[in-house]
């Protein structure tokens, strides 16, 4: 290397490619990462497990204890019996005949409710006086039995079962053979006591019927003699019918006095029509027609016509004085009398008119004329018949107005006189039935299931104690882990750090149990700027046989395991990140001491060494440097010196000879204030002029918290990333580190969770299994090699 590269302006590196600061805003420390449910619950089931493997010593614990301990309680408790009989107090299909007493006729009833209180039935069969018996006869044989033993204790149980017709009565003791024997008792007692009781209320009903029945029989004669009565008074059978009746009789009149008027308004039109045109009174309209059909007034009628006829042809050839005019009047004078005379034998009167054209009308004439006189008559025959007609319409009307009050008083005595037949009914057909029950003398009672000696007892249960003891255990330790787990402040796995922390994580790193310190196979190269030719050869032969070491050495130190590859992975993570823009420097810190940051930032040089980056590591911890301990560097002069004395950056830079891209600034002589020289401005020049030579400037600083030494760094590069230890860093110490970066503005690339075991993350999990499947297949295939190989030669 040359002096002058150290001297270029830091806005081109060694490739002189441009540089930019890296877009690190989708980092912020503000944003908070959203995970999809599924993705949530997963998490959350998984972060349960690891709790439950972490706590699996005080779960287990908790489980034993509460197991043992129900255990112990269980087996120490006095063993319980029970047992049980099953009596049917009402039958199962039958009614109870004597609540037909109290049914309504013509409302539904449910025939399958039950009349029987069951509550106070059994108060009634656990009352002390019920009870008073039965307990003087057990304590023959068992003294200790006692109302209060057996009730008030509440050794002695009866229940419903369910809503059934059944009643189980239950009885609890130590002792089998007392409990098989108090139960057969009872039963005895009880079937006994429904077979009184039942006589009892049997002849109870009996006599309430009897005493009811004639007082039913008095009252039904008394109402069938009062409707007997009503229907004579009245002369009515059914006020329904004869409403009917009178409405059909309502109706027919009122069509009859419309039809009859009508026709009197038809008749009384004719009748002025034709007086009009006849111009006579009635009474000469009949004389005419009468006179119209008298034969021998006809005749004479038509002699004066003839007498008339010829007067009035000799009138216009002689003289009125004349002897042929005089004849023929005298003629015409003599047949007036007679036809006269005719006219009133014909008609009966003597008021005749002399006319002769009413005498002998036309035929048209005399047809108007009788339909004259036959519309007067009409008229007088229509009015008559309109009057009947009123006076029946006023008789039927007053029936009608009179026929509700009748038929509400008939109606009245019937549903009376229904009613008390209705009882009567009932109460004979339940007198029978009673009657017919009591002297079939059956048990209403009957028990379905006989007393039985318990055998099992029903307290404890060491089977259903223990595994409820277990589960109880169990949920408790479960607790008892989760709270443990709640006071535990620390990071327990990668999850955990990653939802805590809300940032990107970037590396897994597997737990080591032992870390062996990196041991140069020669010495590091101090490339001073003054050193003679002969020593410039030998350093050259030294590094060629440093290489040629070192490619045997490299390939046994990255030989493939989890460890090394997380970091290879580590690496390309940070890569990922700068897609747009290159990261080419970061600082590597942590929250408190001892976190593994020196380790990861150490291995990462070596991972991005190895892929070709030319990576420079400087030891910025002026306080407690360690990198040079990890690669077994000495630390003679380094940062602090380049800072502070002047020495210029390639005397103080070293390279590891197995390591072609890897070179290290060690932290050097420990300054009185370190703050003071890495917040200089002197110290950023050098990060600018190492910014420019390398691909990748690594700083490995101090804890952040409590300490800026980290922060001034951070600001000048591209980002900080932060390790974690899994069960040792404190959750609240990262978060306020965290805090203290947001608050310097310094971007935070992302998480390094360091001391991951084998089940906190499944990384780990897959690089484990997949390279001790490889191991195992390599060691088999050289099993069977030495073995064929053991079989040829033999």
């Avoid at 009308?361 to 025959?381: F, G, H, K």
């Amino acid at each position: 290397m040359e002096a002058g590269q150290y001297s270029q302006p830091s806005s081109s590196n060694g490739n002189g490619k441009q540089r930019k600061d890296t877009d690190l805003s989708r980092l912020s420390l503000n944003e908070e990462t959203q995970f999809p449910q599924g993705d949530r619950d997963e998490l959350n089931v998984r972060q349960l497990l690891m709790v439950v493997r972490r706590r699996a010593l005080v779960i287990l614990g908790v489980a034993i204890a509460v197991t043992s301990g129900v255990g112990a309680w269980t087996y120490s408790q006095t063993p319980k019996y029970e047992g049980s009989f099953q009596l049917l107090v009402e039958p199962v299909t039958a009614e109870n005949k004597l609540s037909k007493l109290t049914q309504v006729p013509g409302v539904a009833q449910d025939l399958q409710e039950s009349s029987l209180d069951y509550e106070t039935q059994i108060k009634v069969l656990l009352s002390s006086e019920r009870m008073a018996g039965i307990v003087e006869f057990l304590k023959k044989r068992y003294p200790d039995i006692s109302y209060e033993s057996m009730v008030v204790e509440n050794r002695l149980n009866i229940i419903q079962l369910e809503k059934t017709k059944i009643l189980e009565v239950r009885y609890r003791d130590t002792d089998p053979d007392k409990i098989k024997y108090v139960l057969f008792e009872l039963a005895k007692v009880y079937l006994r006591y429904s077979l009184q009781e039942r006589q009892s209320n049997l002849n109870q009903g009996i006599k309430f019927v009897e005493g009811q029945l004639p007082a039913l029989r008095e009252r039904v004669d008394k109402l069938q003699g009062q409707l007997q009565t009503f229907r004579q008074r009245y002369n009515i059978l059914d006020p329904e019918e004869q409403a009917k009746q009178l409405a059909q009789q309502v109706t027919e009149i009122e069509e009859q006095k419309l039809d009859t008027r009508v026709k009197q308004n038809e008749a009384s039109s004719l009748y002025a029509a034709l007086q009009k045109q006849l111009g006579i009174p009635p009474q000469q309209a009949i004389a005419t027609a009468a006179l119209s059909e008298a034969p021998r007034y006809q005749d004479l009628l038509k002699k004066l016509q003839e007498v008339e006829t010829k007067l009035a042809t000799e009138s216009a050839r002689f003289l009125p004085e004349s002897p042929n005019i005089q004849a023929l009047q005298n003629q015409r004078q003599n047949l007036l009398p007679l036809l006269q005379k005719e006219a009133a034998a014909v008609l009966g009167t003597t008021a005749v008119t002399n006319e002769p054209s009413l005498a002998s009308p036309n035929s048209i004439r005399l047809e108007l004329t009788q339909q004259y006189v036959d519309a007067a008559n009409q008229m007088q025959v229509l009015q008559v018949r309109y009057q009947a007609i009123a006076r029946a319409e006023n008789i039927l009307n007053q029936q009608v107005r009179l026929l509700p009050v009748i038929a509400r008083q008939y109606t009245d005595l019937q549903r009376e006189l229904n009613v008390a037949t209705e009882s009567l009914n009932r109460f004979l057909g339940v007198k029978e039935t009673l009657q017919i029950e009591a002297a079939q003398k059956s048990l209403p009672w009957q028990l379905i299931s006989k007393p039985q000696k318990p055998e099992q007892p029903i307290f404890p249960k060491p089977k259903r104690n223990i595994i409820m003891g277990a589960i109880a255990g169990l949920m408790l330790g479960l607790a008892a882990a989760i709270l443990a787990e709640r006071l535990d402040n620390v990071f327990h796995s990668p999850e955990e750090l990653k939802e805590s922390t809300r940032l990107p994580l970037l590396g897994l790193i597997p737990h080591q149990k032992e870390l062996k310190l990196f041991k140069p196979i020669v010495e590091l190269v101090n490339l001073t700027q003054g050193e003679s030719s002969h020593t410039k050869a030998q350093n050259q032969a030294r590094e060629t046989t440093a290489r040629e070491r070192a490619n045997n050495r490299k390939a046994s130190w990255y030989n493939a395991s989890p460890f090394l590859e997380a970091f290879r992975s580590l690496h390309t993570n940070v890569r990922f990140l700068g897609s747009d823009t290159p990261i080419h420097s970061l600082v590597v810190s942590s929250a408190s001491p001892a976190d593994g940051k020196s380790t990861v930032s150490v291995h990462l040089a070596q991972a991005a060494a190895a892929m070709g980056q030319r990576v420079l590591l400087v030891d910025a911890d002026l306080r407690r440097p360690q990198v040079h301990h990890v690669l077994g560097l000495e630390n003679n002069q380094g940062l602090s010196n380049v800072i502070a004395t002047g020495l210029t950056p390639r005397e103080a830079i070293q390279r590891l000879p197995s390591w072609d891209n890897l070179y290290v600034l060690t932290a050097g002589q420990i300054p009185p204030d370190p703050t003071r020289l890495l917040s200089s401005k002197r110290m950023q020049y050098l990060m600018e002029q190492l910014n420019a030579v390398f691909d990748l400037v690594i700083y490995d600083t101090p804890p952040i918290l409590g300490l800026a030494d980290g922060r001034l760094l951070a600001v000048h590069t591209n980002g900080v990333i932060m390790v974690a230890r899994l069960g040792k860093t404190d959750r609240s110490v990262l978060l306020q580190a965290i805090d203290a970066l947001k608050i310097s503005s310094a971007p935070v690339l992302g998480m390094v969770a360091n001391g991951v075991r084998r089940g906190t993350s499944g990384s780990y999990y897959y690089y484990t299994r997949y390279y001790t499947s490889e191991n195992s297949d390599v060691e088999n295939a050289k099993k069977l090699l030495q073995k064929r190989f053991n079989v040829r030669s033999n």
